[in-house]
């Protein structure tokens, strides 16, 4: 299983760049076990599927403590940023981004990914 994670530009640059090795959420995904990919979206002005990234380990806690332990450490793992990014209306006209992520399956990320390179 596959997740579409929105970031902002900011935070998407940080990590296409390596500069940002985790990414801390309110809400964790209730299928963590399953999830193997990462997609990037990129929220507005961008609005664009921009690459993705592989996750070491998913580690729930409180705020603060989660920040001694791992402020130091990886969490996201074999970033690839797209050559260019995609526009997922262009295979999906009634897409809408989710507000925190959504989950995919790898066939219908990948359908999203290829239609838009087209």
Do not use: C
């Amino acid at each position: 299983m596959n997740v579409l994670l929105s970031i902002k530009p900011k935070y998407v640059r940080e990590i296409l760049k390596g500069e940002k090795k985790y990414e801390f959420r309110r809400s964790i995904f209730r299928y963590r076990e399953e999830i193997k990919m990462v997609h990037i979206y990129s929220t507005s002005p961008v609005k664009r599927i921009v690459g993705r990234f592989t996750i070491e380990e998913i580690i729930e806690d409180h705020p603060k403590n989660l920040w001694k332990s791992f402020r130091d450490f990886s969490g996201i793992e074999k970033v690839e940023a797209f050559k260019e990014p995609i526009d997922p209306k262009v295979s999906t006209p009634d897409f809408v981004p989710p507000q925190s992520f959504r989950y995919f399956k790898e066939t219908e990320i990948e359908f999203v990914i290829e239609e838009g390179r087209g």
